[in-house]
């Protein structure tokens, strides 16, 4: 079992910054990937970002340029560096751990972007 446990969302105005972040605990390994992905209001759950042990990286389009993922595997973390945030942006914000065996999930991070 995972447990994950995000933090650091908010409400900002337009062109604002957040860094959410999620500590993993529990069986997590570091060579298990973590991503972070979002559902905002109406909408499916789609990707954000992930990054692998390896440090390779993989963003949605929508956030390119804007967003940055990083990890601390000694502590197993995952951070969301999310700067110009977008009124678009306004979603609950997941921590995800994808291990060899199984997929886990927060309980979400709620950012809300006011224009």
């Known amino acids: 079992q995972v447990q994950l446990a995000e933090s650091g969302g908010g409400l900002v105005q337009a062109g604002g910054s957040l860094r959410p972040s999620c500590v993993a605990s529990g069986s997590i390994s570091s060579n298990d990937r973590l991503g972070w992905y979002r559902q905002g209001p109406g909408k499916q759950r789609e990707l954000v970002a992930t990054?692998?042990?390896?440090?390779?990286?993989n963003y949605a389009d929508s956030v390119k340029g804007r967003f940055t993922i990083s990890r601390d595997s000694a502590k197993n973390t995952v951070s969301l560096q999310m700067n110009s945030l977008e009124p678009e942006d306004t979603a609950v914000y997941y921590c995800?751990?994808?291990?060899?065996?199984?997929?886990?999930w927060g309980q979400g991070t709620q950012v809300t972007v006011s224009s």
């Open positions: 990054i692998t042990s390896g440090g390779n990286t």
């Open positions: 995800n751990a994808r291990t060899f065996y199984k997929n886990y």
